[in-house]
């Protein structure tokens, strides 16, 4: 690759891999071939592992099907969802970099009102690179942004902030929503820019998208476990949901800021509200509940690290969800496997064991 | 005034009371005739009462100076800044609207990016009469706006929303910067124009500026009390901030919603900063124990009005806020006087008490 030796050396190039789940050639790839190129992807190929994903040329990547997380993980990988995007997670458990972001293969680059293309991987690398605003609302959203700055009223001794774990992105175009608003407003498009990066304060949950969602994987990477998912599962599409609300939990008991808005990315297909709807519907009852659940959960000051964290919410969840749904004793039981499955990758040894079928470039 | 007899009626026209505080002839209401001629405007004069304000011709206004002030409420003036814009919320008080906007006289329209003018008040309005989310984070912000819905993992038991009480708009040019930032940044100028609302969450505090902000008079008034600041108070410009940190406080015990972003206005001209800082110099070390001590403030669930939570929350402040240093004592005491001129003045009885000194039209 000629051509690439005069391109810049974009931020963080060999701290960052990109996760990308999927089922399909990844033919979106060539719109982002500009701001991915020169990054590591890792890709986690969903369904049938005989099949053969496609990737455009001149990608540095390597490719995980089910084989390959089955032999990888062994017996563990029953913490793997299968037939869900969840699976996605299983790339931040082999990754071995600082960084991840992970965006789904039916999101394009989109365009700022100015209509330039928006390199949203770089805006959520100055979100991650900069502190978080968690303990107090600053009126003028990020404080440390060009042009901006802590507003009057705001206590000097908060302004350092605090660090950054995670990068929230959004979606013009298709929103996110669920089947029954989906079905309500079939037609609904998100065509407002709003510029804007902003802490989710402390204590307060939000709902996290696994669309366009970068986050510092040394930090926070154990408690991105986006749980039981699709194949074999009672619900599907909260795998996301699942994730943020533990790691916002958590993220508030390890003092670190998560943050959301922009950048943008353009989510070009509506999934299927019927089936969406029959993979969400008890998630939508069931978390009536489980917002309750995490709004009133206190992680004890012995729990230091974020596997502690993790063992310890999975203990609550068995306890006290586990009244709710069998599902959920299952579910506790599978976060236990994900941080015993994270920490055996994750140790210094055990680097060797993963062998992913395909690299390129 | 026949011109106006063809103008549609404005929103809440009847409903809605415009409180002004100012030093100066209101030339700058020339700016906002398309938008604020149809409403009441309540004028609160600071400093010299000899001086005569002057209003373009065509509003429709009260005017109150310090001897009306001090006439109307007798011993309990006391609770009334001076030489202060803290001496807004006589305003309030005097209202009898069920809603209040307040704009200081240096702030005009501004343009949105389309360029064009802002009409903030019908902002404010739209805000006030569409619920609020304090209860959890919506990612595409205001669900109840045009083209916006809650997203996918938004309960949908909390998507009725909280009543909204307050509507806290931001301001495009000169930013509400404390001294110590306008000494570092003079020459910054806010020209993000950020196209959204949203709802200050439950639990959270922020820094409430008095230059563009509206509220229910009726449900969060008595808590709107702008405290002792100018003359003869070892404080100023914490004036709208001791207002928000106790209203918020009383907002999230009551179930009530609070909502910052949109509308912008213009905000023409820089306050001289080393005068600030003189005012501010206190407020800036004392914050440092304010904001724990608000963040940490529980209400008990026998305080079931606003003014029952206002009279215990003086009694906290007399209590944790007195060692700090003993203006937090006396600005106790005015927080009760306040309560009690409130119900004076808004008792069924007591209207005919209030003389305005000017009526104009």
Redesign the interface.
């Not at 963080?12 to 990308?20: A, C, G, P, T």
């Given at each position: 690759m000629a051509g690439s030796a005069i391109k810049p050396t974009p931020l963080l190039k060999d701290e960052l891999d990109i996760v990308i789940p999927t089922i399909r050639n990844l033919d979106f790839l060539e719109m982002w071939r500009p701001f991915f190129e020169q990054y590591h992807l890792i890709i986690v190929q969903d369904g049938d592992p005989s099949k053969t994903i496609k990737v455009p040329d001149g990608f540095d990547y390597e490719l995980y099907n089910r084989n390959d997380i089955n032999r990888i993980l062994g017996p563990k990988a029953s913490c793997i969802s299968f037939k869900d995007s969840a699976c996605r997670c299983f790339g931040y458990m082999v990754s071995k970099k600082k960084y991840i972001y992970t965006i789904d293969d039916d999101c394009f680059v989109a365009k700022n009102?100015s209509g330039e293309q928006i390199n949203a991987l770089e805006q959520h690398i100055k979100n991650l690179l900069s502190p978080s605003t968690p303990y107090?609302?600053?009126?003028?959203?990020d404080p440390y942004r060009e042009?901006?700055?802590?507003?009057?009223?705001?206590?000097?001794?908060?302004r350092e902030g605090a660090t950054t774990a995670v990068s929230?992105g959004?979606w013009l175009n298709i929103?996110?929503?669920?089947a029954?608003?989906q079905l309500v407003?079939p037609l609904?498009?998100?065509?407002?820019?709003?510029?804007?990066v902003?802490t989710?304060?402390?204590?307060?949950?939000?709902?996290?998208?696994g669309m366009n969602l970068a986050f510092n994987r040394e930090l926070i990477g154990p408690a991105m476990y986006f749980g039981l998912m699709g194949d074999g599962q009672p619900i599907g599409?909260?795998d996301?949901?699942w994730a943020?609300w533990c790691m916002k939990v958590i993220c508030d008991h390890m003092g670190w800021g998560v943050k959301?808005g922009l950048p943008y990315i353009w989510h070009s297909k509506a999934s299927n509200p019927f089936v969406n709807l029959k993979k969400?519907y008890r998630g939508?009852y069931w978390?009536?509940d489980l917002?309750p659940f995490f709004q009133a959960a206190v992680l004890p000051k012995e729990c230091v690290t974020v596997q502690q964290c993790y063992i310890e919410l999975a203990k609550q969840v068995k306890e006290k969800l586990g009244k709710v749904d069998p599902y959920f004793i299952k579910l506790a039981d599978a976060m236990v496997t994900w941080i015993e499955a994270w920490d055996e990758l994750n140790s210094s040894e055990e680097k060797s064991s993963k062998q992913p079928n395909g690299t390129a470039k």
């Amino acid at each position: 690759m000629a051509g690439s030796a005069i391109k810049p050396t974009p931020l963080l190039k060999d701290e960052l891999d990109i996760v990308i789940p999927t089922i399909r050639n990844l033919d979106f790839l060539e719109m982002w071939r500009p701001f991915f190129e020169q990054y590591h992807l890792i890709i986690v190929q969903d369904g049938d592992p005989s099949k053969t994903i496609k990737v455009p040329d001149g990608f540095d990547y390597e490719l995980y099907n089910r084989n390959d997380i089955n032999r990888i993980l062994g017996p563990k990988a029953s913490c793997i969802s299968f037939k869900d995007s969840a699976c996605r997670c299983f790339g931040y458990m082999v990754s071995k970099k600082k960084y991840i972001y992970t965006i789904d293969d039916d999101c394009f680059v989109a365009k700022n009102p100015s209509g330039e293309q928006i390199n949203a991987l770089e805006q959520h690398i100055k979100n991650l690179l900069s502190p978080s605003t968690p303990y107090f609302f600053n009126t003028l959203y990020d404080p440390y942004r060009e042009g901006a700055d802590f507003v009057r009223g705001y206590p000097f001794s908060l302004r350092e902030g605090a660090t950054t774990a995670v990068s929230h992105g959004l979606w013009l175009n298709i929103p996110d929503y669920d089947a029954p608003t989906q079905l309500v407003k079939p037609l609904e498009r998100n065509k407002r820019y709003v510029d804007a990066v902003l802490t989710v304060p402390k204590g307060t949950l939000f709902p996290m998208c696994g669309m366009n969602l970068a986050f510092n994987r040394e930090l926070i990477g154990p408690a991105m476990y986006f749980g039981l998912m699709g194949d074999g599962q009672p619900i599907g599409r909260y795998d996301d949901m699942w994730a943020g609300w533990c790691m916002k939990v958590i993220c508030d008991h390890m003092g670190w800021g998560v943050k959301t808005g922009l950048p943008y990315i353009w989510h070009s297909k509506a999934s299927n509200p019927f089936v969406n709807l029959k993979k969400e519907y008890r998630g939508i009852y069931w978390q009536e509940d489980l917002i309750p659940f995490f709004q009133a959960a206190v992680l004890p000051k012995e729990c230091v690290t974020v596997q502690q964290c993790y063992i310890e919410l999975a203990k609550q969840v068995k306890e006290k969800l586990g009244k709710v749904d069998p599902y959920f004793i299952k579910l506790a039981d599978a976060m236990v496997t994900w941080i015993e499955a994270w920490d055996e990758l994750n140790s210094s040894e055990e680097k060797s064991s993963k062998q992913p079928n395909g690299t390129a470039k």
